[in-house]
């Protein structure tokens, strides 16, 4: 076999004589699924070991003769022959592998079409256009007017691969396949046609377009089935990215009004996921004229989902209204200037009111939806009006119920930030913050801690030690345990945000009067603090920072304390191990505790010894 055929990283076979088909025959016969599977995923070695001309003739053959098998094996199979080209003698006999991949399509299991579809994409590719012609145009019109519908479902994703290289009478017959499709008496067919109608749209002349394959789109758009419909509306945003305004408007918006209130929230929902597509699709004109209401409409839907979804696509569709407003361009054109009074009149008065309605929605996916975006509004309407208009509306959500909510707004205010500034933002927004971290129910205060990260690298380390550093070391003597222990980790998360030399002057020195405090249970919260933030802050800073502290509370009179301090030591230990204090200070403090009254002391004294031996 010529090294040419042998793709790049296969190892070339030791003697072909260890892969016959008889071999390949009795594994395939084996009751073992397993096996059978195994011998399907080393075809490509036995392929090798034939040579070209044995794989052709001997092993294809075969292959295609043995799918009646479990779906298992048969997906291994179909994805093998869709990188089988160069063991077949490369794309001059790509159409050998056709026979096997037709059978595969064919077959009950959706899976295992899928992926014989793919791979029959892959080969298609490789055809040269006199082979498209003769091998696999034939394979596609077969599958297309096949008995069964599972063929025919198969051949709606191949026409896009292969028409652009064929004749235009091929072209034409080929569309008329397609059209039969469409009006398919099985709703399966018709909905494999609808998904692909688009991708068909995009190769197809643009008179084939208007007259053959638009009206398709208004067929399937208006069918009986809402599974069809919806995939209508993935096509429309294609069809209509191709025409012209003018075209848009006659062929394709008469259909979309209809689907846009579409009697199955099914369809309205795939209207919604796809509407800054179709905005952009269509052009700001029609956007103006006809999306603008219908979008309002999705907003109020009486479908949650269908809301959520328009929901999730304000701050995109306001933005696309008119580009170089949604940047903060400005522009001496005074007919700039008009669009931009007409794109702020929209917002204001068609967006913003709906979107206020929205805030107190009965349903916490359309809030949390809307709490997502609703803060990239504030580039868009300014400074002014974000203080005057959205606030207010921050504030609310600040103070939902849903902690996914509350977690979207905090997780964007840098937008909010960029536009109204850092003093204005803690004026309005941060007193909301703080009075949900000091909430009664211990709950909202554990979301709020969880939240600490995100909202310290949204505001910077000079505004969080003037306004939250103190609220975060209060979190560590609250009186519920879950709250002291998340405290714990929120210390841990800021230094490394901030670093270990902003943790020796803001953290540690607090953290360290708690060693001190009257409360035991404060005591053992500093102990757990330097088990958190010794990995952080590094061997130096523990050892000459933390450490000193730790030993001296191994006479505590509590017990609980002394242990912990065993277990602390076991922990910073290693990390501080090439420091003398190991031997001088640590060892010394771990033997006596090992001497302990208390049993759990010298337990864990002893487990603290041990570990810090080995390292």
């Known amino acids: ?155 709606c994703g191949l026409f896009s691969v292969c028409y652009s290289r064929v004749n235009p009478m091929i072209k034409s017959e080929l569309r008329n396949y397609f059209r039969n499709l469409c009006q398919d008496d099985t709703p399966m067919v018709r909905r494999a046609a609808a998904g692909k109608l688009g991708e068909f749209a995009k190769v197809v002349e643009l008179d084939s377009l208007k007259n053959d394959l638009i009206p398709m789109f208004s067929s399937l758009a208006q069918d009986e089935q809402d599974s069809v419909r919806l995939l209508a509306i993935e096509a429309c945003v294609s069809i209509a990215s191709l025409l012209t305004h003018e075209d848009v408007n006659d062929l394709v918006m008469p259909t979309l009004r209809l689907c846009t209130s579409d009697s199955s929230w099914r369809v309205r929902y795939m209207v919604a996921d796809k509407f800054t597509e179709l905005q952009k699709a269509v052009g700001p004109e029609i956007t103006r004229i006809d999306l603008v209401p219908t979008f309002q409409s999705l907003l109020r839907d009486t479908e949650a989902e269908v809301r959520a979804a328009a929901a999730n696509k304000v701050c995109e569709f306001c933005r696309n209204l008119c580009p170089p407003v949604a940047s903060g361009a400005l522009s001496n054109d005074p007919n700039a200037s008009q669009t931009s009074n007409a794109v702020d009149s929209i917002i204001m008065t068609s967006i913003l009111p709906v979107v206020k309605g929205l805030v107190a929605d009965t349903n916490q996916h359309v809030k949390s939806a809307l709490a997502s975006v609703i803060m990239g509004l504030s580039p868009i309407l300014g400074k002014q009006r974000t203080l005057d208009h959205l606030l207010p509306l921050f504030l609310t959500q600040l103070k939902d119920e849903c902690p996914e909510v509350r977690l979207n ?72 345990y879950a709250i002291r222990e998340a405290a714990t ?127």
Not at 107 to 118: C, G, M, S, W
Not at 415 to 426: K, T
Request: proline letters at 5%; hydrophobic letters at 45%; one cysteine or more.
């Open 1 to 155: 076999m010529a090294a040419t055929n042998l793709p790049s990283g296969e190892p070339a076979p030791e003697d072909t004589s260890l892969y016959p088909i008889a071999v390949l025959i009795d594994e395939l016969k084996n009751e073992d699924v397993q096996l059978r599977l195994n011998s399907i995923k080393k075809l490509s070695t036995i392929a090798l070991a034939l040579g070209v001309e044995r794989t052709r003739v001997e092993l294809i053959p075969f292959l295609t003769e043995t799918i009646y098998d479990e779906d298992e094996v048969l997906l291994a199979l179909a994805e093998q022959l869709g990188n089988f080209t160069n063991y077949v003698g490369g794309p001059d006999y790509a159409h050998t592998l056709l026979h096997p991949l037709e059978s595969l399509a064919t077959v009950e299991e959706t899976v295992v079409r899928d992926k014989a579809v793919e791979s029959l994409r892959q080969i298609a590719v490789l055809h040269s256009p006199a082979d498209l012609e003769n091998h696999f145009i034939n394979l596609v019109i077969r599958l297309a007017s096949g008995d069964w519908f599972t063929s025919r479902t198969s051949a």
């Open 409 to 480: 707004i905090i997780s964007n205010l840098d937008c909010v930030n960029e536009v109204i500034g850092i003093q204005r933002l803690s004026e309005t927004l941060l007193p909301a913050i703080v009075e949900l971290a000091e909430d009664p129910k211990w709950r909202v205060r554990l979301a709020i801690i969880e939240y600490m990260p995100l909202l310290a690298s949204q505001l910077g380390v000079q505004f969080f030690d003037d306004k939250l550093n103190s609220l975060c070391m209060t979190w560590l003597i609250d009186h519920v």
């Open 489 to 615: 980790l929120n210390l841990k998360k800021l230094v490394e945000k901030f670093g270990a030399e902003w943790a020796q002057t803001s953290v540690i020195p607090k953290v360290i009067l708690m060693a001190r405090d009257p409360n035991y249970l404060h005591r053992m919260t500093f102990l757990f603090c330097i088990n958190e933030l010794a990995d952080v802050c590094g061997p130096e800073i523990t050892a000459k920072t933390m450490l000193p502290t730790v030993l001296s509370m191994a006479s505590d009179s509590v017990a609980n304390v002394r242990f912990n301090v065993a277990k602390t030591l076991q922990k910073i230990g290693p990390i501080v191990a090439q420091s003398a204090a190991v031997k001088s200070q640590i060892k010394p403090v771990l033997d006596k505790l090992n001497t302990d009254t208390d049993v759990d002391v010298k337990y864990f004294a002893a487990e603290a010894i041990s570990i810090i031996a080995c390292n």
